[in-house]
């Protein structure tokens, strides 16, 4: 064997062995909007965060990565997960660990949270579920963590019927979708400002999200050293973050 085709065998073997960092978080422009994308499988550490152990309110991502520090962990991504009170207590429904923080809201009220149908994002254990408030209620699925959100941004494949082409409601938004079986969760920013609806379109049609939710607006924030992001601003309620093993191998 020649010399140089022993460099390729052993490069290649190289890379055979020792697999590549999965991506987690990517940039996507969907109809001339930016967007930042992180993923969750099934079965990852994914996890609602609001109090640290002292219940005092987290807040920040530096916060979460400091909690998290204690277990060796640290988060691979983060972003505001739902809208909260001047004091940073969630809204709507509010699960930790099985343990339901605060309740359920079903009726309509101001601003979007109110713009029904709103909906939950549910962690469970073997996969995640994006429902409409009143369905949810009607299933009651064994959340492990849950956070109430709104509006829907699709819901059974089908833009929020409120939702028009036309807007000029434009600003920062963030969300979530699932996958139609349940196994991935797909986390968006907007790059810049975008209305209801292009933002929905874009869970609908590039990710082809089955049912998707609403975070919030200027306020949303992501944290994804992938991409260069850890953005600053005031201190948040709920927070949505995939932890992984601080060194850095993901287990």
């Known amino acids: 064997m020649s010399r140089i085709a022993e460099l390729a065998l052993a490069a290649a073997l190289a890379l055979w062995s020792v697999p590549a960092a999965s991506e987690t978080c990517r940039n996507l422009t969907y109809e001339g909007a930016g967007y930042a994308i992180c993923e969750a499988d099934a079965g990852a550490d994914l996890r609602l965060f609001l109090d640290d152990a002292e219940g005092q309110r987290l807040g920040t991502f530096d916060r ?56 939950v994002f549910c962690i469970l254990e073997d996969g995640f ?4 408030t009143l369905a949810f209620d009607a299933a009651r699925p064994d959340c492990r963590f849950a956070t109430q959100s709104g509006p829907m941004l699709v819901l059974s494949g089908m833009l929020h019927p409120r939702f028009l ?14 996958s139609a079986d349940g196994q991935r969760a797909y986390f968006a920013m907007s790059d810049g400002p975008v209305t209801f609806h292009e933002f929905a379109r874009m869970f609908q049609e590039a990710l082809r999200a089955e049912n998707a939710l609403y975070f919030d607006g200027n306020i949303s924030r992501l944290y994804a050293p992938e ?8 201190p948040m309620g709920p ?13």
Request: overall charge negative.
């Open 64 to 119: 979460v990565n400091g909690a998290l520090a204690d277990e060796g962990k640290a988060l691979r991504f983060a972003m505001n997960a739902g809208m909260y009170h001047p004091d940073r207590s969630p809204v709507g429904y509010y699960v930790e660990e099985h343990e339901e923080k605060a309740r359920l809201i079903r009726s309509a009220g101001p601003g979007n949270f109110g713009l029904l149908p709103n909906g």
């Open 227 to 234: 991409l260069g992001r850890d953005d600053f601003g005031f």
């Open 129 to 132: 579920t994006v429902q409409e």
């Open 165 to 178: 082409p036309g807007s000029e409601s434009r600003f920062l938004r963030n969300g979530v979708g699932v």
């Open 239 to 251: 927070i949505v973050g995939l932890s992984v093993a601080a060194d850095g191998d993901g287990n």
